[in-house]
């Protein structure tokens, strides 16, 4: 398994940012995807979660209405497209993958054990 995710960068209180995760190794349809972050000297949190199985996602409260995830299995990628960004949103972002279906337990890191490198978000203000 092997995950890749990029897309990070640096943008304005306000501005938009997509994320890509580009899977290999695995037959991506069988897995869901999770999005996590980790800002410094904070433990890492649930962000996102796309299940295949049914293809419902969940959100964080705190990116309700501003964050989209989505998966497209031809390419092997999963996005996070982050709107209306902030401050609080700056950390490193990751990507992990799990091929049980978990509903909203897809928000918990410690669920997942395949995880890509991660890419820095860093919003200013």
């Known amino acids: 398994v092997q995950l890749v995710e990029s897309g990070g960068g640096l943008v304005q209180a306000g501005g938009s940012l997509r994320l890509s995760c580009t899977a290999s190794?695995?037959?991506?349809?069988?897995?869901?995807v999770g999005w996590f972050r980790q800002a410094p000297g904070k433990e890492r949190e649930g962000v996102s979660y796309?299940?295949?199985?049914?293809?419902?996602?969940y959100y964080a409260d705190s990116v309700k209405g501003r964050f989209t995830i989505s998966s497209d299995n031809a390419k092997n990628t999963a996005y996070l497209e982050m709107n209306s960004l902030k401050p609080e949103d700056t950390a490193v972002y990751y990507c992990?993958?799990?091929?049980?279906?978990?509903?909203?337990?897809?928000?918990?890191?410690?669920?997942?054990?395949?995880w890509g490198q991660g890419t820095q978000v860093t919003v200013s203000s």
């Open positions: 796309f299940s295949q199985t049914d293809r419902r996602t």
């Open positions: 992990a993958v799990n091929p049980t279906p978990l509903g909203v337990l897809g928000l918990i890191p410690g669920l997942f054990e395949d």
């Open positions: 190794g695995f037959t991506f349809d069988d897995y869901s």
